[in-house]
């Protein structure tokens, strides 16, 4: 894989590949990008969620149709 490199804590570098290797992942990158990834998908899905219960405010406050 092609990218740009992070620096992780030594730590924190053990325990993903500790959890990459008992979950099945092919390597520690792997994990790493599955779990940002799905992170990111849960943000926007909650920034998502936020955007409409304000639209169900507003509309009813009466400011939108």
Request: hydrophobic letters at 30%; charged letters at 35%.
């Amino acid at each position: 894989m092609f990218g740009t490199s992070i620096k992780l804590d030594k730590d924190l570098l053990n325990r993903c590949e500790e959890y990459a290797e008992a979950a099945g992942y092919s390597s520690v990158e792997e994990f790493v990008a599955h779990t940002l990834e799905k992170e990111m998908r849960n943000k926007q899905k909650e920034s998502q969620e936020t955007n409409d219960n304000v639209a169900d405010r507003l509309r009813g406050l009466g400011y939108l149709d």
